[in-house]
């Protein structure tokens, strides 16, 4: 048990209460602007269903059918029509964060030919790219913190689908379509949409408002090809078998992942569980970490991450509930270190994805959750003790998210009593546990990835000064900027600690640094935080 003296412990009181009225508020995250994909996307509510399955489901999406408009293409975004109403819409609504734009398909589908010459191709794709950029450019002067994901597309299925209702080939309302491009084979149109996303891919690296997340393959990835295709090249491969991003550009999107009309399919629109699929991708690698609030931290993993038991077993496994007559109660670890020097937390929400269930879901009632400013037990690792360790506070969490299945994450509000245990000290542990001796055990995932690790998520007092308005709070003399590996200060800070554009630390330097050197990072734009001034200095620096 955790060494403490008797007045520390008589000033922590433990706090028990039950479950509060949990109300959400609801707050309109992004605006779906684009062509027929925008379009199809806010019909189906596809970005709300994704963002409650990932745990943020107070947050909420935006659209109209001026700015999501069937067959647009990126001259109609450059338009004063369309312009106002996406300026107003974002007028309307400050919690917007981040414009979710598709467009730019329509003018390569509706302009390119098999007949080209590289250089032809090449010279369409820029103009494209070049029209692309300026509705992005535009978007950015409507609001300095305004974010833009440009969503790209999947493979198109043209051929196939087309085929597979033979001789009525004609009648099919893409055929036109597939026929001004004359007849192109999967190979051709897949690169020439991969080569306009390597092309976006570096653009958007270059520019820290704007991102892309390549996904062309995706449908390949998550349906697979289960029957064999209909036209060369034939075959079948399994799903969450090829390669990401680009999966195998020989093939087309499935014909299942294609939006379905009854007598045929789309060529060109996803399902409403392609565009899920899409959504849920763009979720894991941008929105579900870029959307959290002032600091995020992912889970120490390894020891410091499990579960103990009633019956005195530890396991590395985020295990909670009860199989037979064991308990089990999940125990996280936070590096909360990095809480900016007199912050004090206002509110702290636990991000946890299911991994499997066995039993009865212990979820579904109410959950017991402890914490500790240190850690329980006598080391930070997960050991037997921590099962009836001391705790500074003791709270019913209200619970938010999605507790539908499997992949799904629940959302945890920390009680208010024990935000004050949150803090820079030497990191924060929490236990997980269900009080009601439901029979059945749930496994969340542990932080062996990323992208699916535990999440602690903090929202600062409002003195507190979060990553985008500590920006340009004074000249921070970085030099070169962009650079390809070494960057020099023109004051020297005490520490610069180097993130990514989604507020997660990948460097730390020494001790009053000169330097920093980023060679060991891949192409991007980082945060370089300069600590150590009378206000701590955010540079955006770009790296080669």
């Keep these: 048990m955790l060494h403490r003296t008797l007045l ?18 609801d707050e309109t995250k992004v605006l779906l602007v684009g062509d027929s994909w925008a379009f199809f996307m806010g019909i189906d509510q596809t970005i709300n269903e994704v963002f409650e399955k990932w745990g943020h489901s107070n947050f909420k999406f935006r659209t109209n059918l001026v700015v999501a408009e069937n067959g647009a293409e990126t001259d109609d975004f450059l338009q004063q029509d369309k312009q106002d109403e996406i300026q107003q819409l974002i007028d309307d609504d400050p919690n917007i964060k981040v414009v979710h734009l598709s467009i730019g398909g329509n003018d390569v589908l509706g302009d390119w030919h098999i007949s080209f010459t590289q250089a032809q191709t090449d010279s369409l794709k820029a103009a494209v790219q070049v029209r692309l950029i300026e509705v992005i450019e535009f978007i950015k002067t409507t609001r300095p913190d305004i974010h833009i994901l440009w969503s790209g597309y ?3 299925n043209f051929e196939e689908v087309i085929e597979s209702i033979a001789p009525l080939q004609t009648i099919h309302p893409f055929y036109g379509t597939w026929e001004g491009m004359g007849f192109p084979t999967f190979i051709q149109l897949n690169t020439i949409l991969n080569e306009f996303s390597d092309s976006m891919a570096a653009y958007a690296a270059t520019d820290p408002r704007v991102d892309f997340v390549p996904a062309t393959g995706l449908m390949q990835y998550t349906y697979g090809q289960d029957t064999p295709l209909g036209v060369p090249p034939g075959g079948t491969y399994p799903a969450y078998t090829v390669p990401l991003p680009t999966g195998d550009p020989q093939y087309p999107s499935p014909r299942n992942s294609m939006r379905d009309y009854g007598l045929t399919r789309d060529c060109f629109h996803l399902s409403a569980g392609g565009y899920r699929d899409l959504i849920e991708y763009h979720t894991r690698k941008f929105y579900h970490k870029y959307l959290m609030s002032d600091l995020y ?34 125990v996280l670890s936070f590096n909360t270190t990095g809480i900016p020097s007199g912050q004090q937390v206002a509110k702290a929400s636990i991000f946890l994805r299911r991994q499997n269930l066995v039993g009865t879901n212990p979820i579904s009632g109410g959950l017991q959750l402890k914490v500790i400013d240190g850690h329980f037990g006598t080391s930070p690792s997960v050991e037997v003790a921590d099962w009836t360790a001391f705790a500074d506070a003791t709270g019913t969490p209200c619970r938010f998210g999605s507790n539908g299945g499997d ?19 030497e990191g924060t542990q929490f236990i997980l546990s269900d009080p009601s001796g439901t029979d059945g055990r749930v496994t969340f995932n542990n932080a062996s990835d990323p992208d699916f690790a535990p999440v602690l998520n903090l929202t600062f007092e409002p003195l507190s000064v979060g990553i985008e308005h500590l920006i340009g709070t004074m000249e921070a003399g970085v030099y070169p900027n962009p650079t390809t590996g070494t960057v020099f200060f023109g004051t020297v800070p005490q520490q610069v600690v180097v993130m990514d554009v989604l507020g997660q630390v990948v460097l730390r330097s020494g001790m009053r640094p000169r330097s920093v050197d980023l060679t060991s990072l891949p192409a991007g734009t980082y945060l370089l935080q300069l600590v150590g001034t009378d206000a701590p200095v955010v540079q955006r620096v770009v790296k080669w």
Aim: hydrophobic letters at 40%.
């Design 8 to 25: 520390v412990v008589g000033l922590c009181a433990t706090f028990s209460h039950a479950q509060a009225q949990c109300n959400e508020v």
């Design 154 to 156: 999947t493979y198109p």
């Design 297 to 330: 931290v992912l889970s120490d993993g390894g020891a410091n991450d499990g579960s103990v038991s009633s019956e005195g077993s530890v396991s590395t496994s985020l295990m909670m509930g009860r199989t037979g007559s064991e308990d089990f109660a999940t």
């Design 407 to 425: 992949g799904h994450w629940i959302r945890l509000e920390v009680p208010s009593a024990m935000l004050p245990f949150i803090t820079a000290n």
